[in-house]
């Protein structure tokens, strides 16, 4: 029969063979962790809200783009003009009438035919428009009928400039300043 003796193994030993973390350790981890995690949802949320503004402008400058294409249609094939307001024209087209009118109330600007209305643009913060006559000076007033029915009589050129808003819960407000060209009334008959 054999014996076996067990040796004793030395506590050093022992406690080199422990696998674990100290306290000292898990701080600094969790530290660097956290910062990193910072980082990281930081930058998640600045492409959010990038995104949110991106889709804001974008929906902005479409909207203005097919609004001012149509205007710009409407008004080039206009015979006459007739000034309901500052903010509200109508256009003979072909012998029907087109109103393009802008409501302050609810910030829109609207089309309408004798079938259909339709929202153009919408979020507008200002809004004017501009008349020219055929010798290109500005018609500044429209503050009594008999000045609105003067300039559906002169004007020959017509402008719009408007201020376009959008807000979402995520991203600063964004705004577009939309200036058109000037359309000229080509079937509109002036004299100078």
Do not use: H
């Amino acid at each position: 029969m054999t014996t076996t003796t067990l040796s004793r193994v030395p506590d050093a030993t022992l406690r080199a063979c422990r696998c674990g973390f100290t306290l000292v350790e898990v701080l600094i981890s969790s530290s660097l962790a956290a910062f990193v995690l910072t980082g990281v949802m930081t930058c998640f949320l600045f492409l959010g809200r990038s995104g949110a503004n991106i889709q804001n402008y974008n929906d902005m400058e479409g909207q203005a783009r097919r609004g001012l294409e149509q205007f710009a249609q409407d008004v080039r094939q206009a015979s006459e003009i007739t000034w309901n307001s500052a903010t509200d024209v109508t256009l003979t087209v072909d012998a029907a009438s087109v109103r393009w009118a802008y409501d302050a109330a609810s910030g829109k600007l609207y089309r309408r035919t004798s079938t259909a209305t339709r929202e153009m643009i919408t979020g507008i913060t200002s809004f004017t428009y501009k008349a020219y006559t055929i010798a290109g000076v500005e018609i500044t007033s429209f503050s009594s009928a008999s000045a609105l029915t003067t300039a559906g009589q002169t004007t020959k050129q017509l402008q719009i400039s408007l201020e376009a808003s959008r807000t979402s819960t995520t991203a600063a407000r964004a705004t577009n300043l939309v200036l058109s060209a000037r359309y000229v009334l080509r079937n509109k008959r002036v004299t100078a």
